[in-house]
């Protein structure tokens, strides 16, 4: 186990290389993005549904 633990801090301090600040920046600012699209998207197919889903009930009661 401590060789795992060795190896592994060994590898990122050798091996891993952080992005630039910019890099960051426009990695999260696409993050964003495609999240806001995503979450608008899940809105709109969940109102599509209920939607549907109210009227089916609607037409079945009446």
């Known amino acids: 186990m401590l060789t795992y633990i060795k190896e ?3 590898e990122l301090k050798n091996n891993v ?3 630039t ?3 960051s920046s426009n990695l999260m ?3 964003a993005v495609f999240s806001i ?3 608008l998207a899940t809105w709109g ?3 599509v ?3 549907f889903i109210q009227f ?3 037409t079945l009661i009446n």
């Open 8 to 10: 592994s801090i060994d």
């Open 17 to 19: 290389t952080l992005p």
């Open 21 to 23: 600040r910019a890099e």
């Open 29 to 31: 600012v696409i993050v």
């Open 37 to 39: 699209l995503f979450a």
């Open 45 to 47: 197919v969940d109102t």
């Open 49 to 51: 549904f209920s939607e």
């Open 56 to 58: 089916y009930f609607n």
